[in-house]
């Protein structure tokens, strides 16, 4: 029986839905998941087969007269964004997710939902034991540890896997389905600088009221990125008065456009540091001119300091050709949609008083080539003045095609269902998908999911009225 959910068409989702919001998930917790899944297939009587990732493959065979129709594999995975306000108290490894329904809004008390992605477990396990749908076969996949880098998904062992289509239940948006994600690549920078130590005079320039976002979703939006600002105004004030950098420090996560960055760099007296700070104001003056809408709390605080070392002239020219590399939208794509190809975000700089710097960038692509490419430019770069780069966390991207087979029966399935049309796209951030379809040869996918806002936040909600229509197109499009 559902215990806080009313007014819903179908109950079965809704009601795993409340039961794996029960279940302790955040990433890395998922052990309580799998046993729950291992459960229900053994209750139902269902084939299944669990890893050392903490995944779950769980079979169930076609109706009867379709047992020999070909697979299909839905795919979602079980753990959640462990997030809460700062008064909300709750413990994730041990605490249920209050569930509160606000008409057709879904939400918890405090913390995130977990609607991404339990909604899609969910109707992976509805589908699995709703006896009295017509199916094929199908195969569902329930990866751990999505949200810290695709972790289970990398680890499973897909010669388990049959299909040669899957319908990967995590995209946050009803009326488009994603035919393809980013790939994405590390890298740190490390510059040798020449630390000279001498007390003079400076100037703190703090960057602040930036808007940020996430490095890739929001990369085409316009704002901007702490760092690159930092760079820009250095660069400007160099140009006219030959400066020398003290500290730099901006940017926190990898895959976050940076809101915060302070830098000092030194002066010859305190009439130079105010000359500096006249001309900065003129710079910033400019910025301001050119900020969306998100970024107008863009604030820059000047203030004169002393300083007791700094970077020699020549290191203090590596650390500017470095931030004034190409960033954000490095390419679009030259076929519909039209939308970002190739992205950087130069997500983090941090100075080291014993001599060195260090730079971390995110590069994203639908193309396995174009991120050889931007790794290729950071090498090129580390080369000419003599830094050195490490490459990491690399994982590929997928692309799709817009009228493949699957997508249409995707969009014909959501029609009948809802009557209502919905749009091929892509997503220029990672999914499983990409490392899926990347080691499962043939493997033809999309990805779908019901209206989820505010993801990886606590202010998390789920439209319900929308995760009916997904679970009616599902079950409409496995109908044949
Ligand atoms: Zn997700």
Request: proline content about 3%; some cysteine.
């Amino acid at each position: 029986m559902l215990e806080t959910i009313k007014n819903i068409k179908n109950h079965l989702p809704f009601y795993y839905f409340e039961q794996i919001s029960k279940i302790p998930r955040a990433s890395g917790n998922e052990r309580g998941m799998v046993e729950y899944i291992k459960n229900i297939a053994i209750e139902n009587g269902l084939e299944y087969y669990t890893d050392k990732g903490d995944n779950i493959l769980v079979r169930k065979k076609g109706s009867v007269g379709r047992e020999n129709e070909d697979t299909i594999m839905l795919q979602a995975h079980t753990d959640m964004v462990a997030e809460k306000n700062n008064n909300t108290v709750h413990d994730f490894a041990s605490d249920p997710i209050m569930l509160i329904q606000d008409g057709n809004i879904l939400r918890a008390n405090g913390t995130t939902l977990g609607a991404d992605d339990g909604f899609g477990v969910a109707i992976m396990l509805a589908v699995l034991t709703d006896k009295s749908l017509s199916t094929p076969p199908i195969e569902c996949l329930f990866t751990a540890s999505e949200e810290i880098g695709l972790v289970g998904a990398g680890k499973f062992d897909y010669s388990k896997i049959n299909a040669k289509r899957m319908i990967n239940l995590d995209s946050a948006e009803e009326n488009t389905v994603i035919i393809g994600c980013c790939g994405g690549v590390r890298t740190e920078m490390t510059i040798p600088v020449d630390c000279i130590s001498e007390s003079t005079n400076g100037v703190k320039i703090t960057i602040g009221g930036l808007c940020g976002g996430h490095s890739g979703e929001d990369i085409d939006k316009g704002r901007k990125n702490a760092n690159v600002v930092m760079g820009s105004i250095l660069g400007e004030i160099n140009k006219k008065i030959s400066l020398c950098i003290s500290s730099i420090s901006g940017g926190d996560k990898d895959n976050a456009i940076p809101r915060e960055c302070t830098a000092i760099f030194a002066t010859e007296s305190k009439e130079k540091s105010r000359e500096c700070i006249s001309l900065i104001e003129e710079v910033v003056a400019d910025i301001k001119r050119d900020l969306v809408d998100e970024d107008k709390s863009f604030l820059v605080v000047l203030e004169e300091v002393s300083c007791s070392y700094h970077y020699s002239k020549e290191s203090t020219e590596k650390i500017l050709k470095v931030l004034s590399l190409p960033n954000a939208v490095l390419e679009y794509r030259k076929v519909k949609p039209i939308l970002p190809q190739t992205s950087r975000n130069l997500a983090k700089i941090r100075s080291y008083p014993d001599g060195k710097i260090t730079i971390g960038f995110s590069s994203r692509s639908y193309l396995e080539e174009k991120l050889d490419w931007s790794c290729a430019e950071l090498d090129k770069i580390a080369r000419e003045i003599g830094a050195s780069t490490y490459h990491h966390e690399r994982y590929p991207g997928w692309q799709g095609e817009g009228d493949s087979a699957l997508v249409v029966d995707w969009q014909s399935a959501y029609e009948r269902a809802t009557g209502r049309r919905t749009e091929p796209t892509l997503i220029h951030a990672g999914l499983e998908c990409g490392l899926i379809t990347s080691k499962v040869n043939g493997l033809e996918a999309i990805s779908v999911g019901a209206n989820v806002h505010d993801l990886h936040t606590p202010q998390e909600t789920m439209e319900i009225d929308s995760f009916d229509r997904i679970y009616d197109t599902v079950v409409e499009l496995l109908k044949k």
